[in-house]
Nanobody, 125 residues
Framework: EVQLVESGGGSVEAGGSLRLSCVVS????????LAWFRQAPGKEREGVAA?????????YYAPFVKGRFTISQVKDKKTMYLEMNSLKPEDTAVYYC?????????????????WGQGIQVTVSS
């Protein structure tokens, strides 16, 4: 059974940077895509970025993070990363690592069936 464990995060001032990590217990058909989602209090979960684990290493980004965030992976370490730069208070949320086969759009949450525990990111003004 695939398990995902997030680390990193914390509190940072606006304009600062953070890097989140997600360790994947194993690769299988259920880890065809890896992704980051986030959820702020009172709001729906939204896709942040996704990456294809097969040939091509295709990446997907939500418009509100394009140019600021970078998703990457190191397969030999079984780890996925989210580098977050130029952080804004609106980025404050719990961030979740996710994995799935994803027959549809990679930034849609229902496509994923495995989730990490979530990690808090707080950006102060």
């Amino acid at each position: 059974e695939v398990q995902l464990v997030e680390s990193g995060g914390g509190s940072v001032e606006a304009g600062g940077s953070l890097r989140l990590s997600c360790v994947v217990s194993e690769y299988s058909d259920s880890t065809t895509y890896l992704a980051w989602f986030r959820q702020a209090p009172g709001k729906e979960r939204e896709g942040v970025a996704a990456i294809y684990t097969g040939s091509g290493n295709t990446q997907y980004y939500a418009p509100f993070v394009k140019g600021r965030f970078t998703i990457s992976q190191v397969k030999d370490k079984k780890t996925m990363y989210l580098e977050m730069n130029s952080l804004k208070p609106e980025d404050t949320a719990v961030y979740y690592c996710a994995a799935g086969l994803v027959p549809g759009w990679p930034l849609n949450a229902p496509e994923y069936n495995t989730w990490g525990q979530g990690i808090q990111v707080t950006v102060s003004s």
